[in-house]
Nanobody
Framework: QVQLVESGGGLVQPGGSLRLSCAASTSIFSTYTMAWYRQAPGKERELVLSISSGGGTNSADSVKGRFAISRDNAEKTVYLQMNNLKPEDTAVYYC????????WGQGTQVTVSS
């Protein structure tokens, strides 16, 4: 069973930055398109950014120009660099494949508030 462990969240003021990490326990991590998803209170989980095995990325319009996704296949880790954070970015952030393939991890809470 693949485990996903997200980390790096926290409380940040509007305009601040955070870097999230997600470690996956699968040995074939490099073959999957990976993504960061988020779920805000009272809303459905949404895909924020994805990165293919070759490094190509796609992002939701709401985060374009502010968030960036990257991956380290040797470390089986995917990262989310979040800049110029806004209160509407407040959510629990998760990683998984695209489409989601494994059980969701515990996520990491990001709260943007002054």
């Amino acid at each position: 069973q693949v485990q996903l462990v997200e980390s790096g969240g926290g409380l940040v003021q509007p305009g601040g930055s955070l870097r999230l990490s997600c470690a996956a326990s699968t040995s074939i991590f490099s073959t999957y398109t990976m993504a960061w998803y988020r779920q805000a209170p009272g809303k459905e989980r949404e895909l924020v950014l994805s990165i293919s095995s070759g490094g190509g990325t796609n992002s939701a319009d709401s985060v374009k120009g502010r968030f960036a996704i990257s991956r380290d296949n040797a470390e089986k880790t995917v990262y989310l660099q979040m800049n110029n954070l806004k209160p509407e970015d407040t959510a629990v952030y998760y990683c998984n494949a695209v489409p989601p393939k494994w059980a969701w991890g515990q996520g990491t809470q990001v709260t943007v508030s002054s």
